[in-house]
C-alpha cells in the first residue's frame, strides 16, 4: 500500500515538472516571437531572406532660412518638428526619447517649414526636395557625394523582408550628381586691365575655384566673344576677351557655357566662330550661339553617372541684329514658340533639361513680367531648371509647377565696381538625386579689384540674400 502511494507521489511529481516545463517554453517562445518584431524583423521568415538597410534621416528647415548647419547637439536639445508616423524611427535616430517634439503630417510639416523661416524638421531623405534647406550636421552634408556617408549622424539600421526592401528607398551617394552655376563672365575691359597689370590670367579666379571643386558640372554664362583681333578699351562698350585669357576657363575647370548674351556677337561673325572653335578645342560644350539659327539652338546634353543633362540658352536683351537666322551668326533668341519648340525636342533625349535665359532690366532686383512668361512658359513645356542672367544684380528667385527659377543669378567676373548692387553675386548648387532635384545651396559672392570674385563674408551675404528674397515668389 505504502509503495502504491510513493508510485503515485512520484508519478505526480514528474507530471508536475512537465507541465512546468511545456508552459514555461512555450511562453518562453511566444516572448520571442513578440519581441522578433522590433525592427521589423520576423522569425517566420527564414534569416536569408532578411536584408539589413541603412536609411537616412536629415534636419531641414525654410529654404531662407539663414543658416545653413546645425550640430546635433541642438537637434538632440531644440525643438524640431517630426512627423507622427514616424516618431520611434525618429527617436532612434535621435538616440533620446524625450524632446521638444512637435507632431505633424509630413505635409503639415512642409507646409510649415515654407511659411514659418526659422522651424527645423528631421524627415526622411524621401520627403525632401529642393523646396526646403538641408543643413549640414556637425559640418557634413548628406547631398554631397564626397561625405563619408558612416560618419553621418541621422541614420538607422533596419532589417528589412524582400517585400519591405523592395518598397523602401535606399540611398546611394553615388547617385548624387552637383551642378555649380555662376553668371556672366566679361573678361575685358577693367577684368582686362587687372590681368594685363598683374601679368595673371587666372587673377580673376583665384578666390573662387574652391567653391567649385565639388561638383561634377560646373556651367556659367559667357557673355562675350574671343577675339585675336580684340583691342583693350578703359570705357567702350564693345567687348572682347584675348584667347590667351581662356586658360582661366580651364583652370576653373567648366564643362560648358551659354553663349546666349547680348554681347557676344561685338566682334562679329568672326569673334562667334572664334569662340566657338576655342571652347571645342578644349571640350567645353556650349548652346545659345553659332553660324546660324539652327545651330545657336542646337543643345548640349552631358551624363553622368546614367543621368543626362540637357541645356538651352536664349538672349532676350538688345540688340536683335545679334539675333542669329537662317543665314547669319549670333545669338539663339528667346522666341518663345521657339523655346517651346525645343524644349520638347530636347525631353525626350535627357533626364534633366536646364534653361539658361539672358534676360530682364538692368540693375533691379524685380524680375519683369516678360522674364516671368518666357519663365513659365518654358516650365510648362517641360524645363526642370532655369538659370537667368544679365541684370547685373541679383534678382529673385521663384518656385512654379514645383521647378527652380533663378531670375538673376548676379555678376560673377566683371569691373562693375561703381555699385554695391553690381558687386553682388552668386553662386549655386543644385544637387539632384537621379534626375530629381533635391538642394539648391545659394553662395553670395563680392566683386573686389575690378576683377576677381571671393565668396561673402556673414554680413555681406545677408545682404545679398535679402536682396534675392525681396524679389522672390515662393
Known amino acids: 500500500m505504502k509503495v502504491g502511494k510513493v508510485l503515485f507521489s512520484l508519478l505526480l511529481t514528474v507530471l508536475i515538472v512537465l507541465i512546468l516545463r511545456y508552459l514555461f517554453y512555450s511562453s518562453k517562445d511566444l516572448f520571442d516571437k513578440n519581441n522578433s518584431n522590433f525592427g521589423n524583423h520576423n522569425e517566420s521568415v527564414p534569416e536569408e531572406q532578411f536584408t539589413e538597410v541603412t536609411q537616412f534621416f536629415a534636419a531641414v528647415t525654410s529654404f531662407s532660412n539663414e543658416r545653413n548647419e546645425i550640430t546635433l547637439t541642438e537637434l538632440k536639445t531644440g525643438k524640431l518638428l517630426i512627423r507622427k508616423d514616424k516618431e520611434a524611427d525618429t ?3 535621435l538616440r533620446i526619447v524625450n524632446g521638444d517634439f512637435e507632431f505633424l503630417s509630413k505635409e503639415e510639416i512642409i507646409q510649415k517649414l515654407l511659411n514659418q523661416e526659422n522651424e527645423i524638421a528631421i524627415l526622411p531623405l524621401t520627403d525632401i526636395d529642393f523646396r526646403l534647406k538641408t543643413l549640414k550636421i556637425d559640418g557634413l552634408d548628406i547631398w554631397d557625394k564626397n561625405t563619408d556617408s558612416k560618419k553621418y549622424p541621422l541614420q538607422i539600421v533596419a532589417r528589412l523582408s524582400k517585400k519591405e526592401y523592395a518598397e523602401v528607398f535606399t540611398f546611394n551617394p553615388q547617385k548624387l550628381n552637383r551642378i555649380t552655376a555662376a553668371g556672366e563672365i566679361i573678361m575685358a575691359r577693367g577684368v582686362a586691365e587687372r590681368i594685363e597689370k598683374y601679368h595673371d590670367v587666372l587673377y580673376p ?38 584667347p590667351e585669357y581662356f586658360e582661366g576657363l580651364n ?150 509647377h514645383d521647378k527652380f527659377i533663378t531670375y538673376g543669378i548676379g555678376n560673377f567676373v566683371f569691373d562693375q565696381m561703381w555699385s554695391e548692387e553690381t558687386r553682388q553675386g552668386s553662386i549655386m548648387d543644385f544637387d539632384f538625386y537621379e534626375n530629381r532635384l533635391v538642394s539648391i545651396a545659394i553662395k553670395p559672392t563680392v566683386i573686389d579689384d575690378y576683377a576677381q570674385p571671393r565668396l561673402a563674408n556673414e554680413t555681406e551675404g545677408k545682404t545679398i540674400l535679402n536682396r534675392i528674397w525681396e524679389g522672390s515668389s515662393f
Not at 206 to 232: G, H, M, V, W
Not at 276 to 283: G, R, S
Not at 305 to 317: A, E, M, S
Open 205 to 242: 579666379f583665384r578666390k573662387i575655384k574652391d567653391l567649385f571643386t565639388n561638383s561634377d558640372l560646373q556651367i556659367a554664362t559667357l557673355e562675350i566673344p574671343f577675339s585675336s583681333s580684340c583691342n583693350y578699351c578703359d570705357s567702350c562698350m564693345v567687348f572682347c576677351a584675348k
Open 251 to 400: 583652370y576653373m575647370g567648366f564643362d560648358g557655357v551659354s553663349l546666349a548674351a547680348n554681347h557676344i556677337k561685338d566682334y562679329g561673325e568672326e569673334g562667334i566662330m572664334e569662340t566657338i572653335e576655342l571652347l571645342d578645342q578644349n571640350q567645353i560644350l556650349h548652346t545659345g550661339a553659332g553660324i546660324n539659327i539652327d545651330k545657336a539652338r542646337q543643345p548640349w546634353i552631358k551624363e553622368i553617372n546614367g543621368i543626362k543633362f540637357g541645356f538651352l540658352g536664349y538672349n532676350d536683351v538688345v540688340p536683335t541684329t545679334y539675333a542669329a537666322t537662317e543665314n547669319s551668326s549670333g545669338s539663339a533668341w528667346a522666341n518663345i514658340d521657339e523655346i517651346v519648340t525645343d524644349i520638347k525636342a530636347l525631353k525626350p533625349q535627357v533626364d534633366v533639361v536646364v534653361i539658361f535665359a539672358h534676360w530682364g532690366i538692368e540693375y533691379t532686383n524685380i524680375p519683369s513680367e516678360r522674364q516671368k512668361e518666357i519663365a513659365h512658359t518654358a516650365i510648362d513645356a517641360g524645363a526642370d531648371l532655369i538659370i537667368g542672367d544679365h541684370p547685373h544684380w541679383v534678382q529673385g528667385v521663384e518656385i512654379y
Open 91 to 93: 527617436k532612434k535616430v
